[in-house]
């Protein structure tokens, strides 16, 4: 969603070049416009915004724009609060144009907060909830406050999650206010400061990060008063923090596609060495974790998207593997069950980006009532990291297409050899994993891939596409129709096998498709007399199984993997919700109106 870049440099240094590069790699998160604010060279305040993507920019033309200077202030937005327009996109400036402002989350009171402004005469030149930051500082600024306490005084009145940069052209100054949604600076050569949302917009100059905590600004100083460094407040007391400069080991991961037409075939068929790695975890601390487990009193494992699916996988997991029952749910549900939450409940957290909104949420939820939380995620430095108790990494690298593949499976990698640890298994789970991992590397091979094609090019006319798996192939059928829905925009409907008969059957007719996912486990035989239910009706069954079988219309073979199935049926129906949207014309990387990292509810 919606992305910041900021960077303070010296003069010649190219402010808005800079501020576009880094923009330029937060674009894998998901965004409608951008925009840069910058200084030209007579100190004035000058602005850019655009709609669509930022891929064809170039760094000459915003230079001939914004000119070369030493300070920019750069946004991708994802729009919530006014459509999709320039006069919407950020930076937002004050009436004098002396404030810009590039904001992500949401100001959830702010109509209160606008109202008092349209009441004094402020002239509003955009939709947006982000645009009363600029008008309130600008009034500080007028009653005679400094620019840190006008920016201060409108930070403490937000409601809801967000952080915004505000820009003093004249005073030069920069605030990087952190409420709720994140914020890094990172702290380049002589002198070079950069703020991001994330740690990707500036990684590619410098991996020494200063983190900015919730509650917490930075200010930054450029011009004839500029300091070295950075200087950290207490957004409500107005107090120094102190911070340390720490050096960051996530390797910067190489964007390039190596060769491939899109992210997510590249990521897909990472997968041939991401799942060894998700399990490359030291022993002792998955038992000091897995004991954390068996002590806890009520386990939840909770995840959004895509990483919900996984947590619901996950409680199939601890049952077969552990005999625990352990419950699942989605994030944005999760506050339903604060009642049953306590000093014991320990509380699983699984994500990609550590940066859910929903699950920063629940968070809050499940630490109100002091539960103990044990993260599962992908970014390193990502909020999830810093909030939790404990964290686990799943090391699949980055992740830049917006469906979620390598971070899936590498999650219910982790979470099955989680469950082995807390089975008092560990061993066996690594042995049993590593297994998987050589067969997927076996199995993602040329011919595989081109069978699969050969499908999408059957499907690809289709207008629903129905999924069905039981036990833990259930909600991977689900997951199996997000990736078809969120790629190719076919309707795709996952389902329990089992409840066919309770309302979907009705919608198969003469060659509707229906992939059967099947495991060779307790589940298989009732999967198949479900397939032939389908079959019955006229609808075209597509196996994803181990072994052929007579019900199947189209197989796809997958390894035989034991309780590591999901892992391995997952797989073939990525690699076909990529090829059916490249037929459809669909760029897979970005699907419409979808985003990468959810930051807003
Ligand atoms: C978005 C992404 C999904 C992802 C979900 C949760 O919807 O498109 O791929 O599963 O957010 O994201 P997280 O980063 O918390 O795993």
Redesign the pocket.
Known sequence: MCGIVVYVGRKGDGAPAVVLEGLKRLEYRGYDSWGIAALDSRGRLATLRRVGKIGGASADRVTRLLGSGSVAVGHTRWATHGGISERNAHPQVDCKGRVAIVHNGIIENYQELKAGLVARKHRFASETDTEILAHYIEEGLARGQSFSDATRSIAKRLKGRSAFIAMDSKGGQIAAVRLGAPLIVGIGKKGEMFVSSDVNGFLERTNKVMYIDDGEMALLSFGKKAQKAPEFLNVSRGTKVRKRIIGIDWKRERESKLGYDHFLIKEIMEQKHTIAQAINQDDAKMRQVANRIKNAFGVFIV?????GRVCAAGEYLFSDIAKRHVNSTVASEFSSYRHYLTKKTLMIA???????VD?LDAIDVAKSKGARILSLVNVFGSTLMRVSDDFLMLNAGAEKA???TK?TTAQLSLLTLLAYATAGRLKEGKRLLLNTAEQVNDMLNPRYEERIKRLARRLRRSRDVFIIGRGVNYPIAEEAAIKLQ?TSYIHAHGFAGGELKHGPLALISRGSPCIALVANDDTKHETISNAMEVKARGGYVIGVAPENNEVFDYWLKVPDAGVASPIVNIIPVQVLAYHLAVLRGINPDYPRN?????TVK
């Open positions: 995840g959004a998207g895509t990483a699984v994500s990609q980006s550590g940066e859910t699950l917006v469906a979620s971070a969120e979808l985003a990468k990292s959810v």
